[in-house]
C-alpha cells in the first residue's frame, strides 16, 4: 500500500521532485545549478524546508553566495547536512539526478525501516501488527516522506543504533548514532542508551563517557567547521523551545477553537489525533520507567523534548511536533505493555494518526476530472476528446487515495473544450464544499444550470443534459460570499472547492465525434 501511495507522486517531466516541495514564492532565490533541470514547483505556495536541504544536496559547498541567497537560514540548514551529502554521492554530484536521489532516498529510508522494525514486532501477534503499522504509518514519518524531510532516515539510523547495542556492538552503534547527529541535531538524543544500565561501576562509567564522545563529537566538529565558514552561531530556530508544556496548551487552545469554528472536517482533526496519541505516550513513557530499556531511555528523552517544543514546532494542522518527536512514537510501541485486556485499546489511542495515513500521502491532483463514456468519446490514440482547463482562480490541484480537488480564490470558472467538429451533450457530476455558508451558483454562457447553499458537508450536484459546442465552452462557478482564511491557515484565503469533477459522455454522441 505505501509503494502504491509512494507511486503516485511521481509528475511527468518532474520525477518524484514533486516529494521536495519547492515554492513558486517569486522573491525566493534558486542556486543556478536548478535553472538546467525539470523539477516540479508547487504553485500558490512557500514551499518547505525540503526545498533548502535539497539546493544544500546539489551545492554542498556552503561558502558559495548563490547557495545563501537560496537559503532562508544557511547555518540552521546546514547543521542538517548529512542527507544533503548521501543525495549528492547517490546522484553522482549531477543536479538532476541528485534531485531525485534526495526525493527517493526517504521513500528507501521507510522501506528499510520497515524491515528492521521486524526485530521488535514480529508478525506473530495481532499487537505486534498494530504496533508495526502504527510506527511506520505515523504522521511524522509519512510526513517526512511527504515532504522530504531528515527525520523518516533519521529513524532508521536510530532504530540501527539501538540494534547494535542490543546485539553488543556498542562502539559500533556510538558510530552510528554519532554520524545520526549529522541528519537532525534531535537525533543525538539516542545516545542515553549509552548510559550504565543496571551497573554503575567506574569502569562502566568510563566505558560510556568514551561512547557519549563518539555520539557527540561528529556534530561538535562540524559545528566548529560551520562557525569557521559562517562566523555566527548556529541557532535553534525561532520559537523552537518555550517553557514546560506552553506549547502544548496553546496547541490543544488553537486545535479546539478551530474544530469549534469549522467542524470535524477542518484540517484540525488531525491535531486532536496527534495530540491524543502524543499525549497517551507520554503518560506511558511516564508512569512506567524501565533504565533498563533502551527504548524507554529514547522515550524519556524525547517526552522531555516534548514539553519543551515551543509554538514554532507546534503550529499548523498538525505541525511539525509529529516529526520532530516521531522516536517517541516507535519507543511508546516497543514498551506498551503486552498482555493485559486493556492493551490493544492503549496501542490504538497511541496509534490514532496512522488512521488518517490516506490523507498524509495525498498525491498530486493530476488534471482534477475524469472522463467517462464510450471509449471512442473518452479518447483516442491523438488524445482526448474534451479536456478541461482551471481558471487562475482555482488553487493547484489536491488529491487523496479516495478523492480529488481544487479551492477557488472566489468565483472561478473552467473551460471545456470540446475538440470536435458538432456540439455533443455530456453530464456532470462533482461535490461543493466550502469553510463557511454561501450560494453557488453554475452558470453556462449567463444560462444558469444550478444554484444552491454549500456548506462544510459536500454538496452532490448532477448537471444531466450540457450542451458542448465545438470549441471553448465556459462553466462560471459564482460566489456571493468573499473568501476566508480558514482557521490555522496563515497562506491562503479560499471560497469553495471542487471535488470529484466527472464528465458522463451519452452513448448517442458516438457517431458525432471524429476519432
Known sequence: ?????????????SGFTYLIRFGDEPTRHRIRELRSTDYYV????????????????????????????????????????LFSWTAYVFGLGRAQWVLEAYAVQNIVAWLLLAWVLLRWFPP?????????????????????????????PSLLLIACGVALAEQGRPWFSAGLLGVAGLGRETNLLAGLIHLPGKEWSWREIGRAAGRSAIVVAPLAVWLVWLWHVFRQPSNAGVNNFSPPFVGYVHKCTETLCALRAN???????????????????????????????????????YAVLLVFLGDGVWEGFPGATARVVVPLTLAFNVIAPRGRWWSMALLVAGNLPALSVANQMAAPGNENYRLVGAPVIAGDPAGAAVTVTFGPEWYEGEESTFEYWRWSRGSAEIVIHNRSTTPIEVGLDFDLRAVDGRTIRVVQDQALCWKGHVGRESIPVRLERITLA???????FETDTPPSVPFGDTLRPVAFNLRNLVIHFRLDNAHRIAP
Not at 1 to 13: D, N, R, S, T
Not at 265 to 272: D, F
Request: aromatic share 14%.
Open 1 to 13: 500500500m505505501f509503494l502504491w501511495m509512494a507511486a503516485h507522486f511521481y509528475v511527468q517531466g
Open 42 to 81: 508547487h504553485k500558490d505556495s512557500y514551499g518547505y524546508d525540503g526545498q533548502y536541504y535539497a539546493q544544500l544536496a546539489v551545492k554542498p559547498r556552503l561558502s558559495d553566495d548563490d547557495l545563501g541567497a537560496a537559503m532562508d537560514n544557511l547555518p540552521y540548514r546546514a547543521r542538517r547536512i
Open 124 to 152: 506473530t501477534e495481532a499487537g505486534n501488527v498494530v504496533r508495526w503499522l502504527g510506527t511506520m504509518f505515523a504522521w511524522g514519518l509519512t510526513l517526512s516522506v511527504s515532504e522530504c524531510l531528515p527525520d523518516g
Open 263 to 301: 467542524g470535524w472536517n477542518s484540517p484540525a482533526r488531525w491535531s486532536l489525533l496527534l495530540l491524543i496519541s502524543l499525549t497517551v505516550q507520554f503518560l506511558v513513557v511516564l508512569v512506567r520507567p524501565q533504565w533498563t530499556s533502551l527504548w524507554w531511555r529514547i522515550g524519556a528523552a
Open 470 to 476: 465545438p470549441g471553448d465552452n465556459r462553466l462560471t
